[in-house]
């Protein structure tokens, strides 16, 4: 099995939050997150939606992988 590694060329993110909503009355925060990779030389949009705890896991996630890099080189 093959496994594809896609470039990213573009991040774009958006930080709302909710005031009301039918489920709950509490304000809640989100992130949204856009990224622009290159597929195999395709350009591909991917989308996602966080809440605030998943987006710092995920920063977190990258610094890791960010220093796990740094190690090698």
Same mark, same amino acid.
Request: net charge positive.
């Given at each position: 099995m093959e496994n594809? @590694?896609?470039k990213i060329l573009d991040v774009s993110w958006?930080?709302?939050v909710t005031a009301a909503s039918n489920d709950s009355d509490v304000a809640k925060?989100?992130?949204q997150l856009k990224l622009r990779l290159d597929d195999d030389g395709?350009?591909?949009t991917v989308f996602?939606?966080?809440t @605030?705890?998943?987006f710092y896991k995920f920063l977190h996630d990258l610094e890791k992988a960010k220093s796990n890099l740094d190690l090698l080189l």
């Open positions: 594809n @590694i896609s958006r930080f709302g925060s989100f992130l395709k350009d591909k996602s939606e966080m @605030i705890a998943q």
